[in-house]
């Protein structure tokens, strides 16, 4: 997806009023974020997306007339999909949940009233191409990544990790998020897993962790072949 030069266009579909305000007046502190409209079910949000040109929509799960995960696959489906990313905004962290959802097409899923700190960042992530999942959430995704096994198991382009980066991003992407805990299961001190951790977060373009670690997950059959 490649959003316009100047400012990333968002959407925000929620059917709480006062959860749209909050988010709109968050964004617009942003120089480089343009809040194009709002929607208070799917249905609309689903239209809004495509006749204001929105880059990201953050969309509520629970709405009426049509829930934020059929209006994700909807968004999906339709041909101008690639200009569209969508984050779920949600205050439900139940695995079977962000499943439904990442398997619609969201490239993010944050939880409200933990991660309203991280909307801007998420919004930007969204906007060129990343992933935003609430730690809260993560080791359910790369489980279940993980559980799915359709990773590739050819070299990623342009990403040299070396062997013990490769093993500490696999280990990262199998749920063993913590660096003392990562120390641990590899058998090296903290300092190298900070180390290595950082060049691997630089060569895949990953923003933080939970970036990295599905990023491990969707190539776990090259890190461990």
Same mark, same amino acid.
């Given at each position: ?11 925000? =579909? ?70 569209? =990313? ?14 439904? =959802? ?15 700190? +991280? ?30 096994? +359709? ?31 990562? =120390? ?42």
């Amino acid at each position: 997806m490649t959003p316009s030069p100047h400012r990333i266009r968002v959407l925000i =579909a929620d059917d709480n009023r006062a959860v749209r305000r909050g988010l709109r007046l968050q964004l617009e502190t942003a120089p480089d974020i343009r809040v194009v409209g709002e929607a208070s079910h799917g249905a609309d949000a689903v239209d809004a997306a495509r006749n204001e040109h929105a880059h990201v929509v953050l969309m509520d799960l629970q709405m009426p007339l049509l829930t934020g995960v059929e209006a994700t696959r909807q968004l999906m489906a339709h041909p101008g999909r690639e200009h569209v =990313a969508v984050i779920v905004m949600t205050s439900f962290a139940t695995d079977d949940y962000v499943y439904e =959802a990442l398997d619609a097409g969201a490239v993010g899923y944050l939880l409200k009233g933990y991660d309203s700190d +991280n909307v801007v960042e998420a919004v930007r992530a969204a906007a060129h191409g990343g992933v935003a999942v609430s730690e809260h959430v993560v080791r359910g995704v790369v489980r279940e990544f993980a559980r799915r096994g +359709n990773h590739p198991l050819e070299p990623p382009l342009e990403v040299p990790l070396t062997s013990a980066e490769k093993r500490i991003v696999a280990t990262l992407a199998s749920g063993v998020t913590s660096t003392e805990s990562i =120390a641990e299961a590899l058998h090296v001190s903290p300092h190298t897993v900070r180390s290595h951790m950082r060049t691997a977060l630089r060569k895949t373009g990953s923003a933080d962790r939970t970036q990295l670690a599905l990023w491990g997950a969707r190539n776990h059959g090259w890190l461990t072949s």
